[in-house]
């Protein structure tokens, strides 16, 4: 085979490698716009990272002895493992542990589809312990009750989250990266974190990895913040 044989063919391989990148992409934005995620309003940007407050939210958390588990039961919740059989829609982002080595309205009639928010949540303790999100729609009182006795709600209260965002895959070693950036950014600014880092992923598994968004969050004393912000 000779160069130029070579170089067509070098050119025909590049060209149908951006294709497929081009197809993936576009499906990959279909299937993500609709996908509902937690609300929140950015109060300010610092050297790289973002402060945003966040009012109540809902979740559906449970503890498993691996991730899968945890996705599964918390899956089955959403898939009408609750009162009334409730079908609920999954949100962005997912929320874990920053130790990565884990991997409609408010009525609760039976068949009902609803919307679930992101993130999911998980940490890593003697276990995986994961959340999912629900809408926005929901409340306290009208959030349908799981039937299984692992799985559980809870009411976060409004609170102030300091954010790191970055790309691509997210491995340990680039989770512990800008988790470290983000605890120099808040003992620079003199802002005050009150709870652990958690990573918040917002894509589904087939998402390219140039379009992922990922997030090393953690939650923030509120009077550190204004004192910063003065």
Same mark, same amino acid.
């Given at each position: ?21 081009? !197809? ?24 790289? *990272? ?37 079908? *609920? ?12 080595? $884990? ?16 993130? /999911? ?6 276990? $995986? ?21 692992? /799985? ?64 090393? /969050?953690?939650? *923030?004393?509120? !009077? ?7």
């Amino acid at each position: 085979m000779d160069w130029k044989t070579k170089a067509k063919l070098g050119v025909g391989i590049i060209g149908v490698g951006l294709a497929a990148a081009t !197809a993936w992409t576009a499906l990959d934005r279909v299937k993500n716009r609709g996908t509902e995620r937690v609300p929140y309003k950015t109060v300010e940007r610092i050297d790289g *990272v973002e402060l945003r407050r966040y009012p109540e939210t809902i979740r559906v958390r449970t503890t498993a002895s691996n991730g899968r588990e945890a996705f599964f039961r918390l899956f089955n919740y959403i898939d009408g493992a609750n009162e009334g059989g409730t079908s *609920v829609s999954m949100t962005a982002p997912v929320e874990t542990g920053t130790d990565t080595s $884990a991997t409609g309205d408010g009525a609760t009639k039976t068949g009902e589809s609803i919307s679930m928010t992101a993130p /999911v949540e998980t940490t890593r303790a003697d276990g $995986a312990t994961m959340s999912f999100f629900l809408p926005a729609t929901y409340t306290p009182e009208t959030a349908p009750e799981p039937t299984n006795d692992d /799985v559980e709600l809870v009411v976060d209260p409004p609170r102030t989250l300091v954010v790191r965002r970055f790309s691509w895959w997210a491995p340990r070693i680039r989770v512990s990266l800008n988790e470290r950036t983000l605890r120099k950014t808040l003992a620079h600014a003199g802002i005050e974190p009150t709870g652990e880092p958690r990573l918040l992923r917002y894509d589904a598994p087939f998402t390219p990895p140039w379009l992922r968004t990922n997030e090393v /969050v953690v939650e *923030v004393d509120t !009077a550190s913040v204004r004192r910063a912000l003065r």
